[in-house]
């Protein structure tokens, strides 16, 4: 994963290249998402991710270790919550600034699609999700 939203990229170019202050969120949420529709753009209303309405979804915390190379890649296993109904077809992730609502900051698609039914878990284990710059 290597797409930083647009959200993103104008908050690190002002921040850097116009001295505006950019506070980094204390925590990062991982988000399940069933397209890229409005990911890039940060647009919330057209963002396909999971349903929280009876699905036992939620977005699960993230953290990375530190850069190399102009890479990071998360530090521990993201488990999320069995289902407690189908979610659908989970093709994209999106790193998060909260755990509802908030922004986008990294998205991309997954190596294979899983689609998630009534009991199925979605897992990424450490050092398996990569942001890059490079």
Same mark, same amino acid.
């Given at each position: 994963?290597?797409?930083?939203?647009?959200?993103?990229?104008?908050?690190?170019?002002?921040?850097?290249?116009?001295?505006?202050?950019?506070?980094?969120?204390?925590?990062?949420?991982?988000?399940?998402?069933?397209?890229?529709?409005?990911?890039?753009?940060?647009?919330?209303?057209?963002?396909?991710?999971?349903?929280? =309405?009876?699905?036992?979804?939620?977005?699960?915390?993230?953290?990375?270790?530190?850069? $190399?190379?102009? $890479?990071?890649?998360?530090?521990?296993?993201?488990?999320?919550?069995?289902?407690? =109904?189908?979610?659908?077809?989970?093709?994209?992730?999106?790193?998060?600034?909260? $755990?509802?609502?908030?922004?986008?900051?990294?998205?991309?698609?997954?190596?294979? $699609?899983?689609?998630?039914?009534?009991?199925?878990?979605?897992?990424?284990?450490?050092?398996?999700?990569?942001?890059?710059?490079?």
């Amino acid at each position: 994963m290597s797409a930083a939203s647009d959200f993103l990229e104008n908050e690190l170019l002002d921040h850097v290249l116009s001295n505006a202050a950019y506070t980094a969120p204390t925590t990062l949420y991982l988000g399940l998402f069933t397209s890229d529709g409005g990911l890039e753009n940060n647009t919330e209303g057209s963002q396909t991710e999971i349903s929280t =309405s009876g699905t036992a979804y939620g977005r699960q915390s993230i953290a990375f270790g530190t850069a $190399s190379s102009g $890479s990071a890649s998360n530090s521990a296993t993201v488990t999320f919550t069995a289902a407690t =109904s189908n979610w659908g077809t989970v093709s994209h992730v999106a790193i998060m600034d909260a $755990s509802t609502g908030g922004n986008v900051l990294f998205h991309g698609a997954v190596t294979t $699609s899983k689609t998630i039914e009534t009991g199925d878990t979605f897992q990424v284990s450490a050092s398996n999700l990569t942001i890059s710059l490079a």
